[in-house]
């Protein structure tokens, strides 16, 4: 059973846009922090975005201005606009749920390429 789903991954031209799609069951969206990593090549993952139940966002930030993070409850679903691409903003960009808890919990995506290359 997949639990956390992402979508919208491709090319893009530096200074283009893209949206990126994250839908996870409503067990896990209900109660989980939803985030955006990634993970360029030799690069460790790193985190891009999050936002809370509550919808408290962060941003890394080297993404702050550009990327915007958002979540429709009614649809189980995380969003990740992100404009004014670079090409250092390549690298596969994972979905996370996280649990905050007493022994923490993590369910992943399985990845979309995003690609910033002219």
């Known amino acids: 059973q997949v639990q956390v789903v992402e979508s919208g991954g491709g090319l893009v031209q530096p200074g283009g846009s893209l949206r990126l799609s994250c839908a996870a069951s409503?067990?896990?969206?209900?109660?989980?922090?939803m985030g955006w990593y990634r993970q360029a090549p030799g690069k460790q993952r790193e985190l891009v975005a999050a936002i809370t139940r509550g919808g408290s966002t962060n941003y890394a930030d080297s993404v702050k201005g550009r990327f915007t993070i958002s979540r429709d409850n009614a649809k189980n679903t995380v969003y990740l606009q992100m404009n004014s691409l670079k090409p250092e903003d390549t690298a596969v960009y994972y979905c996370?749920?996280?649990?905050?808890?007493?022994?923490?919990?993590?369910?992943w995506g399985q990845g979309t390429q995003v690609t910033v290359s002219s």
């Open positions: 996370n749920a996280h649990l905050i808890a007493t022994i923490p919990r993590d369910y």
């Open positions: 409503r067990s896990i969206f209900s109660i989980y922090t």
